[in-house]
């Protein structure tokens, strides 16, 4: 069975987003000052065979402990549909 799997990696809350300040600081110079803080992230979409959610979810988990986040700077979280 095909299962598209959502990764999310975004860095972790206790490290400063030099990305997130950047924009930040952009939407105040454009005026926008409801906005109180910003974090970039990565989106990650993951086409994965396998006979179970379950093992998908695994799957999906092992690729982003291994490459697609860092865990000393980052923090991901999965979705399967």
């Known amino acids: 069975m095909l299962f598209t799997a959502q990764v999310k990696v975004m860095p972790l809350k206790e490290l ?3 990305q ?3 924009v930040l600081s ?3 110079n454009l005026h926008i000052q409801s906005v ?3 974090r970039i992230g990565k989106h990650i979409d ?3 065979e396998a006979a179970t959610k379950e093992e ?3 799957i999906a988990s092992e690729a982003a402990k291994k490459l697609l ?3 000393v700077m980052e923090m991901f979280e999965i ?3």
């Open 56 to 58: 998908a979810t695994a």
């Open 46 to 48: 993951l086409q994965i």
């Open 79 to 81: 979705s399967i549909n």
């Open 20 to 22: 997130g300040k950047a």
């Open 69 to 71: 986040a860092n865990p």
């Open 16 to 18: 400063l987003d030099p």
């Open 26 to 28: 952009g939407l105040q």
């Open 36 to 38: 109180s803080d910003v």
